[in-house]
Nanobody, 113 residues
């Protein structure tokens, strides 16, 4: 059974930083490109960022370019999302996704003063 477990969310002030983690089990992690997606209150799911199997290629949605950084540690079966200069509009539940679009339960990120 594939399990993706996100962690690291919380409440942060505008301009602050958070680092999300996603630990995977039940899949060959280094055979999967991985992604982060988010869902803001009352909105649909939005793709945020993706990373290739070896970590050499990363892509981002325009609204987070230059502020977020996706990375992975294949030895630890873990995906990361470093989020800097957070804005209120980044408030959402953040999900990691594997190469088959399976998602974890998500972790809440709230950016508010």
């Amino acid at each position: 059974e594939v399990q993706l477990v996100e962690s690291g969310g919380g409440l942060v002030q505008p301009g602050g930083s958070l680092r999300l983690s996603c630990t995977a089990s039940g899949l060959v992690f280094n055979n999967n490109a991985m992604s982060w997606a988010r869902q803001a209150p009352g909105k649909g799911l939005e793709w945020v960022s993706s990373i290739s199997r070896d970590g050499g290629i990363t892509t981002y949605t325009d609204s987070v370019k230059g502020r977020f950084k996706i990375s992975r540690d294949n030895a630890k079966n873990t995906l990361y999302l470093e989020m800097n200069r957070l804005k209120p509009e980044d408030t959402a539940v953040y999900y990691c996704e594997d190469g088959s679009s399976r998602r974890g339960q998500g972790t809440q990120v709230t950016v508010s003063s």
